[in-house]
């Protein structure tokens, strides 16, 4: 069973596009999060949620949007894709309570390609 | 404000040797949790070890262990005995006490253990 799966797994898409990724855990989780990995490898947190609300959101551009229906999902919209947006996006989910940093899992990633 | 510094981009081993990757972290937190992932080639990242502020003692898991130096703000990760399957990138990566479980990452070290 995987705790904490992402669909799809690659994206491909043209400019201008909007596209969704989604994410679930079964873990029993009650926060999730989003982050960015760039060409570079280099991993940054995008968003959080605990129990459906909103905790983190860093300075991303407001094309990106989190929407949680429950706190075992996690999706991730983004309108009007740039070439910029290219990435491996990944979803993460921790046991935690707010405020309490428990270890975060993570899933397989969502490689991003706009053309 | 957090930061982590993997001072070493790329590490090449041959099997069998040992081999040390560096982490260094800042925090203003005084409770504070630092991590390792493991991102092998396949994409995904693997959780290795959570370690809290409070916790100086090493950590030995296997072929793996942990060694923190509150000190020297470190918390570096050896391998000993290397083998091709450690072949990948490793992640440090610090939260602090009140961040809500935000992540931040160093630039990741690419280990390559060559047979």
């Known amino acids: 069973d995987t705790a904490v799966s992402q669909t799809p797994k690659y994206l491909v898409t043209q400019m201008g596009n909007d596209k969704s990724i989604k994410c679930e855990q079964n873990l029993g989780h009650d926060t999730m999060y989003w982050y960015k990995q760039d060409s570079k490898k280099f991993l940054k947190i995008m968003f959080s949620?605990?129990?459906?609300?909103?905790?983190i959101n860093e300075t991303v551009p407001n094309r990106f949007s989190p929407k949680s229906p429950d706190k075992a999902h996690l999706n991730l919209h983004i309108n009007s894709l740039e070439l910029g947006d290219s990435a491996v996006y990944f979803c993460?989910?921790?046991?935690?309570?707010?405020?309490?940093?428990?270890?975060?899992?993570f899933g397989p990633g969502t490689r991003l390609t706009v053309l | 404000a957090q930061k982590v510094t993997q001072a070493q981009t790329e590490i090449s081993v041959v099997e069998k040797e040992d081999v040390t990757l560096d982490c260094v972290y800042e925090?203003?937190?005084?409770?504070?949790?630092l991590f390792w992932y493991k991102q092998p080639p396949s994409g995904e990242l693997v959780f290795l070890i959570r370690?809290?502020?409070?916790?100086?003692q090493n950590e030995i898991s296997g072929r793996y262990s942990w060694n923190f130096q509150k000190s020297t703000s470190s918390f570096n990760f050896t391998i000993t005995a290397s083998q091709v399957v450690d072949s990948a990138v490793y992640f440090c990566a610090v939260a602090g006490g009140t961040s809500y479980g935000k992540l931040t990452f160093g630039q990741g070290t690419i280990l390559t253990v060559h047979p």
């Open positions: 925090t203003r937190d005084t409770t504070y949790y």
């Open positions: 993460a989910s921790s046991q935690g309570r707010l405020a309490v940093t428990d270890t975060q899992y």
């Open positions: 370690r809290n502020s409070f916790d100086e």
């Open positions: 949620y605990n129990n459906k609300e909103l905790i």
